[in-house]
Structures are given as C-alpha cells and as structure tokens.
C-alpha cells in the first residue's frame, strides 16, 4: 500500500523538523510502505513455522533488500515516485532510516538461518517468540517513519531491541549444541 494524500490532491505543505530548521515533505511526498511487505512476509513465515517447522524451509530463499534496491527492481506504477521521495530525505533522516533497516535485517536474517533444517522441532516455537515481537515492532516503526514522510521514527533503541533477539537466538543454540 502506498502513502496516501493527508489533504486534497495537491496540497501537501512540507513539514518543518524539529529544531533543524528543514522542511521535509509531509507523508503525501510518495515515500511507500510496500517496501516492508518484504519483511512482512519473513514474519507471516517465521510466525507459521512456530507451528509447522517444515515452512522454515520457505524462507530459505528470503534475503534482505535495501528501500533502493527494492524499488529499482520493482514494477509499481509509482516505484520510482517512492525513489525520488527517498532521495530527497535528508541524509540524516535516510541514515536513520537504514540504520532500522539494517536492524530488521539482522534479526530476520537470523531467524530465517535458525528455522533452516535439520533442527530440533521445539526450536521453531522458539525461535518465533524470540524474533515476532520485535520484528513486528521494528515494522511498525518503519511504516510510521515512511507514512510520515520521514519525520516519524522513534528513539534509536531498535538495533538493541533486534540485538536482544538475536541473542535469545544464539544463545537457545548455544544449548542445543552443548546438550
């Protein structure tokens, strides 16, 4: 789903940042939460695999994606609307916004390599109670950032909160392999 005009068509006054002076774009300026249907999707898989572990084979295809790399290969009638939009964010803005992406990255990545078999049929359950929450938050603070326009991302504590699961991961195969 794209971004959808706040106001009438055409009328979409930017957005003053807080203390910088800078005006972005409000959420109309074409940035396009179909980027994390993406990371929807190794969700919906991890979720599944809780109950039905042979899915975890499904997701040995997932690979992250970048927002640019995503819409330069995509066929949407407005990819390359939601690339201008991204372009224009200011580099401090975009970087945060990677910074997020690098964190959903990380987390699914580890997932998906966790729920890879052979494993232990209890270690799916697992492994989603330890990933889903977090993945789901880390969505959801993407498409805020991105329904926003840029503006809406909330303190940096997304990378730490992705670093915890992945270390409830790691450590739950620690003790798989020492038992």
Not at 43 to 55: K, R
Request: aromatic share 6%; glycine share 6%.
């Amino acid at each position: 789903m794209e971004c959808a005009p706040a106001q009438a068509a055409g009328a979409c006054p930017p957005v003053a940042t807080e203390g910088s002076g800078q005006a972005l774009p409000s959420a109309c300026a074409g940035l396009s939460n179909d980027y994390l249907n993406h990371y929807s999707e190794a969700l919906m898989l991890i979720e599944m695999a809780a109950d039905d572990p042979a899915i975890g084979a499904d997701l040995a295809e997932w690979r992250p994606v970048s927002y640019r790399g995503y819409f330069e290969a995509s066929e949407l009638r407005r990819a390359s609307d939601a690339l201008a939009a991204y372009d224009a964010l200011p580099a401090d803005r975009r970087a945060a916004f990677e910074k997020l992406v690098a964190a959903m990255d990380a987390l699914a990545t580890m997932a998906v390599f966790a729920l890879q078999p052979p494993y232990e049929e209890e270690t799916a359950p697992i492994i989603a109670e330890a990933t889903v929450p977090t993945l789901r938050g880390l969505i959801a603070t993407a498409a805020a950032f991105l329904n926003s326009g840029g503006q809406d991302l909330a303190p940096d504590r997304q990378g730490e909160e992705a670093q915890i699961a992945i270390d409830r991961i790691l450590g739950h195969a620690a003790q798989r392999s020492e038992g």
